[in-house]
């Protein structure tokens, strides 16, 4: 039930097992097993405590008392009975290992059972003290999916946004979209938070004079002495991180807003700190700012005309990935027909497995536009779905 490689303080001395011997003989295996409950009890050995009970029960039921052999090898009257002690047992235990706030070990009993809210419940109670050792609840809640946000807010607040940033970007969170955006909202506000009180902190000892309601884009405005000698406020790497998840998996919202903030910041950086990315990205944070302020529905035919340019100059040289993202794009500000328009234009002989965005013959079949289909699948020198766009036009 526990790590085998911890092994127990021994609970019993040798006078305690002559108790239990004497137990035996004097009032028989009932009342040695209760001997033993309490004994385990008082020395708090849940372990064994547990074992204790089904052995127990199966003595009620008169069967063999070896409580870790195969539930399948009692006789089938006892199945129901015993299944029943094991829940019992479990619950106990579990239930004290809770109250103790020993959470790993309450987990295996809870685990065994297929009964995990008890632990979620007190997982959702948990504010660890200064002291107190995280790791088994962010492992649980985690790793273990049982309580996710709580387990990366632990991660945050107690290891830092190098370790959140890592969590998330380890993770595969594309089946849990409302967790992803969540942990990335988070680190865009933690990000956000700490840059705006470290340019704060620059900015006063430089005598500048601030409003308490000063933007972060705003404030890099204020001296180009925050900037010189490729000075820079908070980890590179991590502001490209948090501004790269932004970009490709937020909607609009508090989170984007962070990370628009965090651009304008990116896009003062020293060039040889912002990275070298790929089209459509290659003018680094200002293509991330444009990209987002589409996003929040900020000069929304501006940054789409400069990700369609970028999409075209790609494409004419053999390359799709900037129309994808283009297309991507379109279809987070809900234009759903311009971004079938962009699909016929740039991916017409793509499969659409091959994407990071839907293909022409996924939105065209959304868009029921089946001559669409009819041009993609001869594209791609598809006769069967070509003919089948035909039948299906019909």
Not at 66 to 78: Q, Y
Not at 351 to 376: H, M, Q, T, W, Y
Request: charged share 25%; hydrophobic share 45%.
């Amino acid at each position: 039930m526990f790590d085998p490689d911890e092994a127990p303080a021994p609970t019993l001395d040798a006078a305690g097992y002559e108790r239990l011997k004497g137990a035996l003989a004097a009032r028989g295996p009932a009342a040695a097993i209760d001997e033993l409950i309490a004994e385990l009890r008082a020395a708090e050995d849940f372990q064994n405590l547990f074992y204790a009970l089904l052995m127990k029960k199966r003595v009620e039921l008169g069967v063999s008392p070896f409580p870790t052999g195969p539930a399948s090898e009692l006789p089938a009257h006892t199945h129901e009975p015993y299944e029943d002690a094991i829940r019992a047992a479990g619950r106990e235990v579990g239930g004290t290992l809770l109250a103790r706030k020993e959470y790993a070990k309450a987990w295996a009993f809870y685990r065994m059972l297929n009964e995990p809210e008890p632990v979620r419940e007190a997982l959702e109670a948990f504010t660890p003290g200064p002291d107190d050792d995280v790791y088994p609840v962010i492992e649980i809640a985690w790793q273990n999916g049982l309580l996710p946000k709580k387990g990366f807010d632990l991660v945050l607040d107690r290891h830092g946004i190098c370790s959140a940033i890592t969590m998330v970007s380890g993770s595969d969170l594309a089946s849990n979209p409302d967790l992803r955006e969540y942990c990335i909202t988070k680190l865009a506000h933690a990000l956000h938070a700490q840059l705006s009180e470290r340019i704060r902190t620059d900015l006063a000892g430089r005598g500048a004079s601030l409003s308490p309601h000063a933007t972060v884009a705003e404030m890099v405005e204020l001296d180009p002495a925050l900037f010189a000698d490729d000075a820079y406020h908070i980890d590179t790497s991590h502001l490209s991180s948090v501004v790269q998840m932004a970009v490709m998996n937020l909607p609009a919202g508090a989170g984007v807003n962070a990370a628009r903030e965090l651009c304008a910041y990116g896009r003062k950086l020293a060039p040889n700190l912002q990275g070298s990315n790929d089209a459509p990205f290659d003018e680094n944070y200002d293509d991330y700012l444009a990209y987002l302020n589409v996003i929040a529905g900020e000069k929304v035919a501006e940054g789409l005309a400069r990700f369609e340019a970028k999409a075209a100059r790609e494409a004419a040289e053999g390359a799709t990935y900037a129309a994808q993202i283009y297309i991507n794009l379109l279809l987070k500000v809900n234009r759903p027909a311009d971004a079938l328009a962009a699909a016929k234009r740039f991916l017409l002989a793509e499969d659409d497995r091959n994407l990071i965005c839907p293909g022409v013959s996924e939105l065209a079949r959304k868009a029921n536009d089946f001559a669409a289909l009819a041009d993609a699948a001869q594209a791609r020198h598809d006769p069967v779905n070509y003919l089948a766009s035909l039948i299906a036009a019909r």
